[in-house]
């Protein structure tokens, strides 16, 4: 009894153990459950968060589409155009040569026949009113014979020519047409680089296109595509066809007119250029008001201060617009400007530069008085300016010297001729004084600091300098490693040009 008693518990021990081993498997599945199920709950959650920022975006840039997209319009252009036939010319006539043909049949060569060819060309648009008048780019309607802007609802209509403004790439056009889609413009002068924005126009025949960037720099100038220069510098995708169309912010508000790109393919590399939309208004308002630009005019010529330039001047900086000349009775002349000041403020903005002052001058209606800060051998000046109204062509004199007798100064690489009266009759520079540069050395310190064949050098630091020998003496007073501020006539226009003596 006693033996079966021991074997019967030895037997139920290993099915405690296991029945054990259950309950406990059991207990660590309840208590475990909710914790991962919490687990999985925690990253559902965060995925989901993460997706609804993903679409908050997305619907932000649909909505910017969705509210710009009707009033950005294809413009289609026509232009005739001359041309000659080619295929009117004698076969024979490239192999023998025109004067085979005047030797020996006693006649001019076939020059081929002109005839008459239209130019198609696509650019954009921006409906700023609801009874039509359209902002463009001059160089989309600039020659064209008729234009014609298709809407969203693919009806067309043809365009009149408003009014167009070369010097800054600005036209405006207008349509016979009521209860349009207007564009909202926003507020250009408080972007910042690395906002994103989105561009809306008609590359390659592709109606209505839209792509996104960021606003890459601002005030980007001496691009060479307008005299009047102040881009907006952005990667969103331009190509031919958007020019014209609208830059905008993520509101849907435009802040830029789209203008070209810098590449080497001609297609976007991403690097294109937009008008300021505040710059574009100002010229859009006079455009339709009076059809023409009347720009606010100082009469002198502002040019950059580079390292050189600072350094020959003593400058503390690079900053301001230097005065290379003032125009003899001009609003800067009356004022009391003079030569050689460093213009430093314009109405109490800070100038960094000859482009700003170029272009706060030019926005500023003729007729108004604005205080100016210059610097004048140390000294700030404080002067008041009632601006003129910029005549509407400037040109200047680019004809080149003969060949003749120079000295050389190989230090510098020049070559310097006294001016003579027959000299400075022939290239424009009568009743001038100053020593006459008739060859520049590649890679010479003269050729780095920009000095060109036909220059007149009229000052030396600001000593006058009316020979070569006045040039070299002047000249060797200078310091090697220091720099001389020139004074440089080329044709009609008076500049500065900082020059580096070499050290060796």
């Known amino acids: ?31 475990t459950a909710p914790a991962s199920q919490k687990n999985i709950a925690v990253k559902s959650k965060a995925i989901g968060a993460d997706s609804s920022v993903a679409d908050q975006l997305s619907r932000t840039f649909e909505q910017a589409a969705e509210r710009i997209s009707p009033s950005v319009v294809p413009i289609f252009a026509e232009e005739q155009v001359t041309v000659r036939n080619s295929f009117g010319e004698n076969p024979l006539q490239d192999f023998f040569g025109d004067e085979f043909f ?3 049949f006693g006649t001019e060569p076939n020059q081929g026949q002109e005839q008459k060819q239209t130019v198609h060309s696509l650019g954009s648009g921006v409906i700023i009113s609801s009874d039509g008048y359209i902002l463009t780019n001059n160089h989309v309607v600039e020659g064209a014979q008729k234009i014609t802007v298709v809407l969203e609802d693919e009806k067309k209509y043809p365009a009149k020519v408003i009014g167009t403004d070369p010097q800054s790439d600005v036209a405006v056009i207008k349509i016979n047409a009521n209860n349009l889609s207007t564009a909202v413009l926003g507020d250009s002068n408080n972007l910042r680089v690395g906002q994103w924005v989105i561009a809306v126009g008609n590359p390659y025949q592709l109606m209505h296109t839209v792509t996104a960037g960021i606003i890459s720099a601002k005030g980007r100038s001496n691009i060479g595509l307008a005299e009047y220069e102040d881009f907006i510098q952005t990667d969103a995708s331009i190509n031919p066809g958007n020019s014209g169309g609208a830059l905008c912010d993520l509101n849907g508000r435009v802040i830029g007119i789209n203008t070209a790109i810098s590449s080497p393919t001609g297609s976007s590399v991403g690097i294109g250029f937009a008008i300021p939309i505040k710059m574009a208004k100002g010229i859009m308002d006079q455009l339709i008001a009076n059809g023409k630009v009347s720009r606010g005019y100082l009469g002198l010529v502002p040019q950059d201060i580079d390292e050189n330039l600072a350094k020959a001047m003593k400058l503390k900086d690079d900053k301001g617009a230097l005065v290379g000349d003032v125009e003899s009775g001009s609003p800067a002349d009356k004022a009391g400007i003079k030569r050689g000041d460093v213009i430093i403020s314009f109405q109490g ?27 004048r051998d140390g000294s700030q000046k404080e002067l008041s300016v009632t601006l003129g109204e910029r005549p509407q062509t400037m040109t200047s004199d680019k004809s080149q010297p003969e060949t003749s007798p120079s000295h050389q100064n190989e230090k510098l690489g020049l070559g ?16 001038e004084q100053g020593v006459l540069i008739t060859s520049v050395e590649g890679g010479s310190a003269a050729e780095d600091a920009g000095l060109q064949t036909g220059d007149l050098i009229k000052e030396v630091n600001r000593k006058n300098v009316t020979s070569v020998s006045d040039f070299n003496r ?12 020139l004074l440089i006539q ?15």
């Open 1 to 31: 009894m006693q033996k079966s008693n021991h074997f019967l518990l030895w037997s139920l021990i290993p099915i405690a153990i296991f029945l054990g081993g259950l309950l406990l498997a059991e207990s660590v599945t309840l208590s």
């Open 349 to 375: 903005t800070k100038i960094r530069n000859s482009t700003q002052l170029r272009n706060m001058a030019a926005r500023t209606k003729p007729g108004s008085t604005v205080e100016i800060t210059v610097i």
């Open 490 to 504: 080329r044709g009609s226009n008076t500049f500065y040009v900082g020059l580096q003596i070499p050290v060796s």
């Open 474 to 485: 002047e000249i060797s007073k200078i310091k090697k490693g220091d720099s001389a501020a």
């Open 102 to 104: 005047r030797r020996f």
């Open 416 to 431: 310097l001729q006294d001016l003579t009266a027959d000299i400075a009759g022939e290239l424009g520079y009568t009743g």
